[in-house]
């Protein structure tokens, strides 16, 4: 299948500071990745969707100007969690459809967690 | 938005048959899916039901009924390494390919 790698996969960092997550595709091109957070026990929530080359779409109550999105190339999208505070501490994962693969699942990265002291 | 409900937790015993259910709005149903997920792990792909009936892979197995805007997945013979979170996701035509993830059940395999 395709492999979606994302870096790093945990990060601490102080509040205030600003945390970026990368998220590729190896194998193949992504026009479109997601993003999803997921707090303890819960379930994946999206947070926004990255166009390449275009504005990301931000799920409703989802801060655009605190998640910063860039989605430069087919194969790289990177979130920016500007000015972290503890409540942002989460899982982040990303995901992607190869175009290729005929079903329209979607392919995870290994996720990124995030500990704001 | 859509409502995915799943069963929170569920328990069963190894070698054991099990089978988590998921009920969801039918307005704009696409397709759905249903991932694994261990904890602090990725998710990662089990099966995709977008027509009625029952498609088999292995010891899982996962039945779509769209009118009943319900599913399930059915694990077999089951193994302590599937105590995991279960997923049900849906896609919704006009989403914009987005799926829409229930709220997981959490799966005990005990001994």
């Known amino acids: 299948g395709a492999v979606v790698s994302q870096h790093p996969s945990w990060v601490i960092c102080k509040s205030g500071t600003s945390v970026k997550i990368e998220c590729r595709s190896l194998?193949?091109?992504?026009?479109?990745m997601f993003w999803y957070r997921q707090f303890p026990k819960q379930s994946l929530m999206l947070m926004a969707t990255s166009n390449e080359g275009s504005k990301a779409t931000y799920e409703q109550g989802v801060e655009k100007d605190k998640f910063l999105i860039n989605h430069a190339s087919l194969t790289l999208s990177t979130l920016t969690v500007t000015s972290a505070h503890p409540e942002d501490s989460s899982f982040y994962i990303c995901?992607?459809?190869?175009?290729?693969?005929?079903?329209?699942?979607?392919?995870f990265g290994s996720g990124t967690q995030l500990s704001v002291l | 938005g859509q409502n995915i409900d799943q069963p929170t937790e569920m328990t069963a015993t190894e070698g054991a048959i099990v089978q988590i259910n998921c009920t969801y709005q039918t307005s704009g149903f696409n397709g759905l899916f249903w991932y694994q997920q261990h904890a602090g792990e990725a998710p990662t792909f089990l099966s995709y039901n977008v027509l009625d009936g029952l498609e088999e892979k292995g010891r899982f197995s996962s039945f779509l009924s769209r009118s009943k805007g319900y599913s399930y997945l059915l694990l077999k013979e089951l193994q302590m390494k599937d105590s995991a979170s279960y997923l049900c996701a849906v896609s919704f035509t006009g989403g914009g390919n987005k799926l829409t993830f229930g709220t997981g059940t959490q799966l005990k395999v005990e001994l």
């Open positions: 194998d193949f091109q992504a026009t479109t």
């Open positions: 995901s992607a459809r190869d175009p290729g693969d005929g079903v329209e699942k979607l392919f």
